[in-house]
């Protein structure tokens, strides 16, 4: 038992709902961030990611810096379809989930502090991940 101000008696419970209710909401929300997860349909010897101009703005990527990431690790060729974007193979969802997994693992993360606060900026020739929450800068090379 805790007495307050007031001197009435509370018990930790008590005290624990009334911190809470004092914490903005916008603090108590989950912000934790989720990767997104690839829509396909095969077609025949070809693979279309459906919501592929999602992702890219999910990450706040370039779409045409995730899709030469991607055609790079699927050693394949593609392009834009209107909102989507066509490859050349069969390939599953799990196989692409895992390559824009290390997408985000080496473009989107702040190897600092974790957070996808992040952005690709250009110095002269290099590029570098710039974190917008912590402010570290990792560089990416050329």
């Known amino acids: ?3 307050n101000e007031q001197g009435s008696h ?4 008590d005290l624990l709902k009334r911190a809470l209710e ?6 108590k929300s989950d912000t934790r961030f989720v990767i997104p997860k690839v829509k396909i349909t095969p077609a025949g010897a070809k693979t279309y990611i459906e919501n592929f101009y999602d992702i890219a703005k999910d990450l706040r990527r370039d779409p045409r810096h995730l899709l030469k990431f991607l055609l790079k690790e699927l050693a394949t060729k593609g392009e834009f ?3 989507r974007l066509l490859v050349i ?3 599953s969802e799990d196989h692409i ?3 824009i997994e290390s997408y985000v693992k080496n473009y989107v993360l702040c190897p600092e502090c974790k957070k996808p606060d992040t952005k690709i900026i250009k110095e002269g020739d290099f590029y570098f991940l710039k974190c ?3 402010g570290a800068k990792h560089s990416l090379g050329r």
């Open 1 to 3: 038992m805790v007495s």
């Open 10 to 13: 509370m018990n930790y419970e």
């Open 22 to 27: 004092k914490v903005p909401d916008k603090i």
């Open 81 to 83: 379809e209107g909102k």
């Open 89 to 91: 193979g069969r390939f």
């Open 97 to 99: 989930n895992k390559k």
């Open 132 to 134: 917008e929450a912590c």
